[in-house]
């Protein structure tokens, strides 16, 4: 056989399986015929996970949904998102006393995880908000900050048609049976594993 021919022949079989696979994939799109308001759950300890969130949060408002986003780890620095979508109609809620790794004083810290899960509920049971993200609260079910079983309550009662991101690591398995979606962000490497800094626009 010429190079040609075998040239020829290998298109032509990359061809057959190429609309097999469309085929399948068609099938699939054609089956799934459910509209609902979907769970999701980023979580993992490789990065992506918030700016996951805050992506479909623009996803989200980019087709003229209506989203609000609750934070419940504030980080040492001011959150472009936020920046962003504030100016968008995007209500933010950023955790009372700004919760990070450093504070010591629980009870404070409870009380303020308290108050951001009652905006939360708000939220939760509020029709005329399409996405809520609920970012980093996973950390407050690990600490028990707020109580899994009204966690699951309330997104399991939440208005049919909402939406909700939920993102941090080790996220609790209730709450990854009843989510639709669930990914697991896997670290491969870290910049800053290499001495290199957080950065503005990357990490922030
Ligand atoms: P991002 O907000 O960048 O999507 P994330 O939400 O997945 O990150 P968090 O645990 O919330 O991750 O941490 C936020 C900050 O910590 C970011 O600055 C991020 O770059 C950094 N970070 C995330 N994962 C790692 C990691 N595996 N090693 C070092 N730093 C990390
Ligand atoms: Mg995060």
């Known amino acids: ?20 696979q469309k085929a399948n994939v068609d ?10 308001g979907l769970l999701l759950v980023i979580t993992g300890n490789g990065k992506g996970k918030s700016t996951s969130g805050f992506g479909t949060v623009a996803r989200a408002v980019g087709h003229g949904l209506t989203a ?10 001011d959150c472009g998102e936020r920046n962003l979508l504030e100016n968008n109609g995007v209500k933010f809620h950023v955790m009372g006393t700004g919760f990070t790794w450093e504070t010591q004083d629980k009870e404070k810290d409870i009380k303020a995880a308290q108050s951001a899960w009652q905006h939360s509920k708000k939220l939760l049971s509020d029709p005329t908000i399409n ?21 699951i309550e309330a997104l399991s009662n939440r208005p049919k048609d909402q939406h909700v991101v939920i993102t941090g690591r080790a996220c609790h398995r209730a709450i990854i049976e009843l989510a639709d979606t669930v990914s697991e962000v896997r670290p491969i490497k870290h910049a800053f594993d290499n001495g290199i800094k957080a950065q503005k626009g990357i990490d922030w």
Do not use: C, F, P
């Open 27 to 36: 099938k699939r799109i054609a089956a799934a015929q459910e509209d609902k």
């Open 68 to 77: 609000a986003v609750v934070q419940y780890v504030k980080g040492t620095w």
């Open 1 to 20: 056989m010429t190079d040609k021919n075998s040239t020829n022949s290998e298109q032509t079989r990359h061809k057959a399986r190429m609309k097999e």
């Open 131 to 151: 996405l809520v993200l609920l970012d980093e609260i996973t950390y407050m079910v690990t600490y028990k900050y707020i109580d899994l079983d009204e966690v």
